[in-house]
């Protein structure tokens, strides 16, 4: 695990076990989600085997998009720490704060441009 401008190597390694229980979680909601619509029928048996990319791939129009966004927010997250580029705003190049990582670990923008985005999607009329 490597550090790059905005993190040290440790709070990398912090997040990235952060993400990877979140996914767990969130897996573990869709996977129950699913097995409710699956009840009785045989296909429950292989949602349980199924790695994430297969889950979104099979059941995508079933998952609830907003369950289905987070988790591609996480795998893209962890792909960063990867990468090394976790923890750098994706539109301006500047850290995004470790406080606010700590709070959505899935940021991919600095609070300064977040917030301008918000301005921009209100002024618009998008959700
Ligand atoms: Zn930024």
């Keep these: 695990m490597k550090g790059n401008k905005c993190l040290t190597a440790e709070q990398m390694k912090e997040f990235k076990e952060i993400l990877e229980q979140k996914k767990k979680e969130v897996l573990e909601d869709i996977k129950k989600g699913l097995e409710d619509q699956f009840r009785s029928e045989r296909e ?4 349980v085997d199924m790695s994430t990319d297969e889950i979104l791939r ?3 129009m079933r998952i609830r998009d907003r369950e289905a966004k987070y988790l591609k927010k996480i795998e893209k ?10 923890g750098i705003c994706e539109k301006c190049g500047n850290c995004i704060q470790y406080e606010r990582l ?7 923008l600095c609070i300064k ?7 921009i999607e209100k002024k618009f009329g998008e959700e």
């Design 77 to 86: 997250a962890l792909q960063k720490i990867e990468e090394g580029t976790y």
């Design 58 to 60: 099979t059941f995508e």
């Design 44 to 47: 429950i048996g292989d949602i």
């Design 113 to 119: 441009c977040k917030l301008e985005q918000e301005q």
């Design 102 to 108: 700590k709070l959505r670990p899935v940021a991919e």
